[in-house]
């Protein structure tokens, strides 16, 4: 079963909204997904309705990209996101306790809010389609490999278009199947870097919002 287990909705920094991206998942016959938005769960919430009412063969993983003091971290397996900007093994141990998994994304990667090194975690995206040049990916495999971390990959698309350019194949039949499968390692890799004018693309949207809101703060201030 092939998993994209790293995407974003517009109720985050993606540009498309959820619908969108199921049927952009479904159209490309993935068989699972996780929405993984930052430091919220609304898109994956109304996800796992839309999947129900339109009827679609997919399987969501519950999903959540946390901000933590040292920077990004995805959280799979919880309803409700837990405590965001707090230290990362700190946030490791809150999803632990309260029933979820860590997954280290786009690790060593520069610009992208990265934790500058693999922390205690379940696993390590080894594959990110946003890694144009694929120094990172390498770095992160070679590092999980001689820890012998889990291991799996993500598009972190932030565009439907981009949806299943890094996939995760996993044989479970439900989500907390999935679980157990990364944390146990039974995963393969599968990947496709992200077309440099959608990577582009996305720089300027986050550009954006980030300035918009910014502009929204200071007139709320004054």
Known sequence: MR???HIHSNFSDGHDDVKTILKAASKKGLDGISITDHDTMRGMKIARQL???LKLDLLLIPGVELTTLEGHLIILGLEDPPKSKIGVDDTVDEA???GGIAVVPHPYHPFRNAIGY?????AVEVYNSKHIFGIANTRA???AERRMLPMVAGSDSHYAETVGLGITWIEAGDAEG???AICSGHTRIEGHRTHPKLFIGNTFNYIYKKAKKKIHEARRIQ
Do not use: G, K, T, W
């Open 3 to 5: 998993f994209d287990l």
């Open 51 to 53: 999947i129900n009412d």
């Open 96 to 98: 632990h306790d309260l």
């Open 118 to 122: 693999i922390p205690e975690c379940d």
């Open 141 to 143: 495999r070679l590092i």
């Open 178 to 180: 999935v679980i157990q």
